[in-house]
């Protein structure tokens, strides 16, 4: 089995920045792609940012710089820096990770999510 465990949110003034970590554990083989997903209440689940193995990267427009991605590959973990909050950023933020796991193969794992909420 893989876990994935994020922690990092919170409530943040607009302006203000929040980082959040995700860290894979359990049987794993080798962590390919991780990222972030975001769910504001009555919308649908939406790309954030996702970082490669390999170091390349992908934002959603509407992060491009205010956020970084990043990892740490030797933790199989993944960063989120969030800098000048908006209160449009207020989300459920999910860590995704698609792992080569052992006896399971390559399949995609998500975390529970954590709680971002940006007051105006």
């Known amino acids: 089995q893989v876990q994935l465990v994020e922690s990092g949110g919170g409530l943040v003034q607009a302006g203000g920045s929040l980082r959040l970590s995700c860290a894979a554990s359990?049987?794993?083989?080798?962590?390919?792609?991780m990222g972030w997903y975001r769910q504001a209440p009555e919308k649908q689940r939406e790309l954030v940012a996702v970082?490669?193995?390999?170091?390349?990267?992908n934002y959603a427009d509407s992060v491009k710089g205010r956020f970084t991605i990043s990892r740490d590959n030797a933790k199989d973990t993944v960063y989120l820096q969030m800098n000048s909050l908006k209160p449009e950023d207020t989300a459920v933020y999910y860590c995704?990770?698609?792992?080569?796991?052992?006896?399971?193969?390559?399949?995609?794992?998500w975390g529970r999510g954590t709680q971002v909420t940006v007051s105006s």
């Open positions: 995704n990770a698609n792992v080569f796991a052992l006896y399971v193969g390559i399949k995609d794992y």
């Open positions: 359990g049987s794993i083989l080798s962590v390919k792609a």
């Open positions: 970082t490669t193995n390999s170091g390349g990267t």
